[in-house]
């Protein structure tokens, strides 16, 4: 999951109707969001372990990407279980925190495997690096596109049961990496038709996947650790605020203030 955008759960995305009793609709989207989180986990630590062996730097790449994939996933976790804990008078305003504190870690790791496989891809286009091992690293590559098409698969079929857009779109993001790992086994099959040099290309092309998503990841954290709020929510509560009888002329420094005030949690 690349964009926590500032949800505390992953079932955050359900219509207003369906909210008066959505335990068990919560429970399914948490379980979705692991079960998928443990399918990709499998999936890049299978080539991860090809990729140490056939020296794919395109397959070292697609993995690492994977994985980052699954930090994404835990940091809604870290983020959905601290926000469950009462506020104390050291945290009057609870631990909502967390998940942001968290998601600077993620940040910080997804950019470290986008720089290792980009050196590593660079570095083996220069040095005229050779892949050991090619029909396993297809095959691992070929399991990469199975697994992110599979966990996209259930995460629809979830997302479509229980309404929620986030999940859905969360699917839709899993079938798009997919093309990480379809880069991967390209490479592999130039590799094996002759090509040396596609490996390391195709290892670049991965490497522009985990900038992307290190790009998602980082620019949602820095919205939500500077109070970002999406101008439509602002527009919206003014129009609610001026149809009131007897309100004053709502103005957006209030609303700042009212939203600093819960915590940089944003309008309820």
């Known amino acids: 999951m690349h964009v926590i955008n500032g949800l505390r759960d992953p079932a955050a995305g ?13 429970r399914r989207a948490n379980r979705a969001v692991a079960l998928s989180a443990a399918g990709l986990a499998l999936t890049g630590l299978i080539e991860l372990a090809i990729a140490m062996v056939s020296g794919s730097v395109a397959l070292l790449g697609d993995a690492l990407h994977n994985l980052s994939d699954v930090s994404t996933s835990l940091v809604v976790f870290v983020g959905f279980r ?3 804990k009462a506020a104390s008078q050291r945290y009057p305003y609870g631990l909502e925190r967390a998940e942001d504190l968290a998601g ?7 950019w470290a495997s986008a720089a290792v496989a980009g050196v ?20 691992a590559a070929a399991v990469g596109i199975a697994g992110n098409q599979l966990v996209a698969r259930y995460k629809l079929v979830v997302g479509r049961r229980i309404q929620s857009s986030t999940m859905i779109a969360d699917a839709k ?11 991967a086994l390209l ?4 590799v ?23 790009w998602e990841v980082t620019s949602d954290i820095g919205h939500r650790l ?36 819960c915590g940089g949690g944003g309008l309820a």
């Open 14 to 26: 359900f219509p207003l109707a369906n909210r008066f009793d959505d335990r068990a609709e919560r």
């Open 82 to 84: 601290s926000s469950r």
């Open 104 to 110: 600077i870690g993620v940040a910080l790791v997804i």
């Open 120 to 139: 590593e891809s660079v570095d083996k286009l220069l040095r005229h690096g050779t892949t050991q091992h090619v029909g396993w690293g297809i095959a």
């Open 173 to 183: 993001h899993s079938w798009l990496d997919a093309l990480s790992s379809a880069g």
């Open 187 to 190: 490479g592999l099959c130039g």
């Open 192 to 214: 094996a038709a002759g090509w040396g040099w596609a490996d390391g290309v195709a290892g670049i092309v991965v490497t522009g996947f985990i900038c992307h998503v290190g």
């Open 226 to 261: 500077l109070d970002g709020v999406d101008p439509a929510v602002i527009a919206t509560a003014e129009a609610v605020a001026a149809a009131t009888p007897g309100s004053a002329t709502p103005r957006s420094r209030p609303l700042d203030r009212a939203h600093a005030a």
